[in-house]
């Protein structure tokens, strides 16, 4: 009797600390990230809104509506050198729409496929310059992997944020579309 008490408070004791261990799932993703890292980008687990927001899944058990939050990584690529303000490449954000019930997706903006581009500020570029950039952009982003929801550069950063799927072949050509992106803002 007493080895079986000792072998119950044994596997109490243990238990805690086995389910600390990362599961098979948690170390695709850290592989995913690490790759990324080993490339020189950076790695942050943030949350977006959701730009194809399904509203059931975001209404609490009464049926309130609640904010429509997507959790992702974003992987960020700087651009190391200080641009002046006068050649500084304006700030864009690209967001895959689809045929989304969203009402950003009701924006006027320069759109291809299902990806929707929008300048800082303004919902339309401004110049031949901007709709070359846009063209750039979307040429890019089009062949973004299907788990990648949106795109940005603000503040001499280039960020894509990921649907995280444990797959490093998608983080692969996510690095390369960032690389390409950022030769394009240099």
């Known amino acids: 009797m007493t080895y079986w008490i000792v072998a119950l408070i ?8 086995i389910r600390l261990w990362p599961s098979a799932r948690d170390k695709h993703a850290m592989e995913g990230r690490m790759v990324a890292m080993k490339r ?4 942050e687990l943030t949350q977006i809104l959701d730009p194809v927001p399904i509203q059931d899944k975001y209404k609490t058990p009464s049926g309130m509506p609640i904010e429509p939050k997507l959790s992702v990584v974003a992987f960020r690529a700087r651009h190391g050198q200080l641009v002046d303000e006068k050649n500084r490449p304006r700030d864009w954000f690209a967001e895959r729409v689809g045929e989304s019930p969203n009402p ?73 579309q960032l690389e390409s992106l950022l030769e394009e803002h240099a």
């Open 104 to 176: 950003l997706a009701k924006k006027k903006g320069v759109k291809r496929a299902d990806w929707m581009v929008w300048f800082e500020e303004q919902l339309m570029p401004e110049s031949k310059a901007e709709e070359r950039l846009a063209d750039e952009v979307l040429s890019v982003v089009v062949a973004a992997p299907k788990s990648v929801v949106a795109m940005d550069w603000q503040n001499r950063a280039l960020s894509a944020y990921w649907v995280e799927n444990g797959r490093s072949d998608e983080v692969e050509i996510i690095c390369d």
């Open 10 to 17: 044994v596997l109490f004791v243990l238990a805690p600390i």
């Open 40 to 43: 020189g980008i950076g790695v």
